[in-house]
Nanobody, 126 residues
C-alpha cells in the first residue's frame, strides 16, 4: 500500500519561495519513482516533477523547469519540492505521488506516477 504524507504548503507572494515535503513509507520509497502532481479545481491533474529513487534522474514539467527543484533524502524516506520564483498560476493543490509498480523495466517519469497523498494547498498572490 502506498503511503504518502505531504506538508509545507501555504500562501506566498509572487516571486517568493516555498518548500514542500513528503514522507513515504519504506516500501513506497525504495527504488521507486516519486514526485509531485498539482491540480486546480476544475482542471486536470498536472505532473510537476519526479525523481527516480536509486537512479538519481529527475524530470520536470516545462512550466516549472528552472524554478522548481525536486530532491530526496534516502535516510528519511522523504522527497522535497523547492519552489522558487513562484507565480500566481502555480496556485494549486499539490500532491505527493509515487508509482505503484516499477517492476518489469518500467521507466520513471511524470507519467509513471499513479498514487498520491492527501495534498497540500499552495496559494501565490500577485
Amino acid at each position: 500500500q502506498v503511503q504518502l504524507v505531504e506538508s509545507g504548503g501555504g500562501s506566498v507572494q509572487a516571486g517568493g519561495s516555498l518548500r514542500l515535503s513528503c514522507a513515504a513509507s519504506g516500501s513506497t520509497y525504495s527504488n521507486n519513482c516519486m514526485g509531485w502532481f498539482r491540480q486546480v479545481m476544475g482542471k486536470e491533474r498536472e505532473g510537476v516533477a519526479a525523481v527516480w529513487i536509486g537512479v538519481g534522474k529527475t524530470y520536470y514539467a516545462g512550466s516549472v523547469k528552472g524554478r522548481f527543484t525536486i530532491s530526496q533524502d534516502d535516510a528519511k524516506h522523504m522527497i522535497y519540492l523547492q519552489m522558487d520564483s513562484l507565480k500566481p498560476e502555480d496556485t494549486a493543490m499539490y500532491y505527493c505521488a509515487a508509482a505503484r509498480d516499477m517492476t518489469g523495466g518500467r521507466l520513471c517519469g511524470l507519467n509513471a506516477l499513479d498514487a498520491w497523498g492527501q495534498g497540500t494547498l499552495v496559494t501565490v498572490s500577485s
